[in-house]
């Protein structure tokens, strides 16, 4: 039977979590074990594609077209288990479902309620699609206390009774420092397990994070206060990096614990070789790169979470140390871009939406291609790679994107406008990419001997897409008179998924957003490649 494990946090929002739970994860599948993380969000919206990134940081997304809480790329990256759309689910698509099965009469004009509709929708959706699932991790996002978390705990409490035997509640806390006492403080702690009491769910883990060290007579309060065994009072400390997480746990205990309480005693050690590895080059490094991400939201990093990690795993694979610069992309609007970009070694130019920093992003870019810079567009920064070739390059210096400005050059666009251009697109108007996002896994097929053919070493990939417009194949031709390559297409030819110049060190731009699919276990070719590149720069200048 499939036993499940429900996290929640206390005390105050971003204590990790989703991070907690990742790390779990992978110890769990370090012994053995098969696992999968869920996210149950309690905001209304029905999922944060609508959000803004300040809001909400990035939209991960999984192959099967889900825009989800970006937790889900922490357990996608820790456990390598590919995320479903059946993996996120938030109050918004709760009460939409509710709402419109009440408007059909499926309750047979009873009264629609929290408890048991709701919660019932809820034990459905942590509990449903086992199949071969040792262990299901599920994060109750929010913090105790949140008014809008409580149909979620009331509905794990349920399942408390519902799974007897087969369930274990850890609830993360903070034990802060307080600088002006010289001590750290436990009440926090006892009282949200106190409210977490109240509503009828007892931890059997409480996981402490907190800045240094707790004594012993702290975590021994903690015990007493909380009424849990001493050896279930977790520290988690901080670390000098994310992918030290699950060493850390183990070494405090967190995996045995788990296993104990499960009545499990015999299972095999972790083989926790391969974070050691990581863990070793990530502080061992044998050499360091400068990268400028060129965006629109590097005020919050949270909002390129999947990307800073995989130029993090490009490292890894390279044995360097990757010093990330954001850079807002407005400010080469009013300033030379060479006064921000002499001394990098690689630009990276993130997706997007909307015209703002558009125009910065493209000054950007003509600095790489021409100071010979590595450079990396990824969906928004593979249009605008487009557009400066067509401004600079091809002689086209009206060209734009439709999403910028009408009327236009439509270098980008929606591909329903390029039917009315007498060009070689025959996608139906109707058709439902048309004028909505594209999501989710597509193929796409790469041109024998290209660059990117023989950074992936195959000639069809699969790789995951967020985006509304796209590149007019109409001017693919006019483009690649300027020495530009469209070396990767749709398998109909239709859209292209890849640029790349043959003849600059490392330029290319794709598409798709293949930070979703980089793991530090497993780093993406593309950002192995890109930061060996910036290395190869590196040794230049």
């Known amino acids: 039977m499939t036993r499940f494990i429900f996290i929640t946090g206390g005390v105050v929002s971003s204590l990790g979590k989703g991070l907690a739970s990742a790390a779990l994860g992978a110890l769990l599948q370090a012994r053995g074990y098969k696992v999968r993380l869920r996210k149950l969000d309690p905001y209304l919206n029905v999922d944060p594609g609508t959000m803004s990134p300040y809001q909400h940081g990035e939209v991960y997304v999984t192959d099967d077209g889900a825009e989800t809480d970006l937790d889900l790329g922490h357990y996608e990256r820790f456990t390598g288990v590919a995320s479903r759309r059946s993996d996120n689910v938030t109050s918004g698509q709760i009460y939409q479902k509710i709402i419109a099965a009440e408007r059909r009469g499926d309750y047979l004009g009873g009264t629609v309620q929290v408890i048991p509709h709701v919660t019932d929708a809820i034990k459905n959706f942590a509990t449903a699609r086992q199949e071969d699932c040792d262990f299901i991790l599920c994060e109750i996002g929010g913090t105790i206390g949140d008014i809008e978390c409580l149909p979620f705990l009331e509905a794990i409490r349920q399942l408390g009774n519902d799974l007897r035997g087969n369930a274990l509640f850890i609830h993360l806390t903070l034990v802060p ?33 907190s800045e240094r060290e707790i004594p012993e007579a702290d975590l021994r309060k903690i015990s007493l206060f909380c009424n849990v065994p001493e050896n279930a009072v977790i520290p988690a400390l901080d670390v000098d990096t994310i992918y030290e997480v699950p060493l850390s746990y183990h070494a405090r205990g967190l995996d045995t614990e788990v296993l104990r309480i499960f009545g499990i005693d015999d299972a095999p050690e972790p083989d926790l070789r391969p974070w050691q590895e990581v863990v070793q080059r990530i502080k ?6 400068n990268i400028a991400v060129v965006g629109k939201y590097v005020g919050l990093q949270d909002a390129y979470k999947s990307l800073r990690e995989a130029l993090v795993h490009g490292g890894i694979a390279n044995k360097v140390k990757v010093n990330i610069e954001w850079i807002d992309s407005e400010i ?71 999403e910028f400005e009408k009327p236009c050059l439509p270098l980008v ?46 000639t069809t990939i699969s790789e995951r897409h967020r985006h509304r417009y796209e ?71």
């Open 284 to 289: 061992e490094p044998e050499g360091e790169v």
């Open 471 to 541: 590149v007019n194949i109409n001017y693919v031709e006019k483009l690649e008179e300027t020495g530009m390559v469209f070396s990767g297409m749709s398998p109909d030819g239709v859209l292209p998924e890849i640029v790349e110049i043959p003849e600059h060190p490392w330029f290319i731009g794709v598409q798709f957003h293949p930070e979703l699919k980089s793991r530090p276990l497993d780093p993406h070719p593309l950002f192995v490649s890109f930061i060996k590149a910036a290395v190869e720069r590196s040794r230049l200048v």
């Open 332 to 402: 080469f609007e009013s300033e030379d871009a060479v006064l921000h970009l002499e001394g990098v070694n690689g630009i990276l130019v993130p997706g997007a939406f909307g015209k703002r920093g558009a125009e910065g992003k493209i000054k950007s870019i003509t600095f790489a291609r021409e100071r010979l810079v590595p450079y990396f567009g990824i969906c928004f920064g593979m249009q605008m790679a487009v557009v400066e070739s067509a401004r600079n390059l091809a002689g086209l210096p009206d060209a734009s994107s439709t």
């Open 177 to 209: 420092y307080i600088a002006s006492a010289g001590e750290l403080k436990t009440k926090p702690t006892q009282h949200s397990v106190k409210e977490l009491r109240g509503i009828g769910i007892q931890p059997d883990i409480v996981m402490c994070r």
């Open 413 to 458: 666009g929606l591909m329903t406008a390029w039917e009315h251009d007498g060009g070689q697109v025959t996608r139906s108007a109707s058709s439902d990419m048309g004028g909505t996002l594209r999501l989710g896994a597509y193929d796409a097929h790469l041109t024998e001997g290209s660059q990117v053919q023989k950074i992936y070493g195959a």
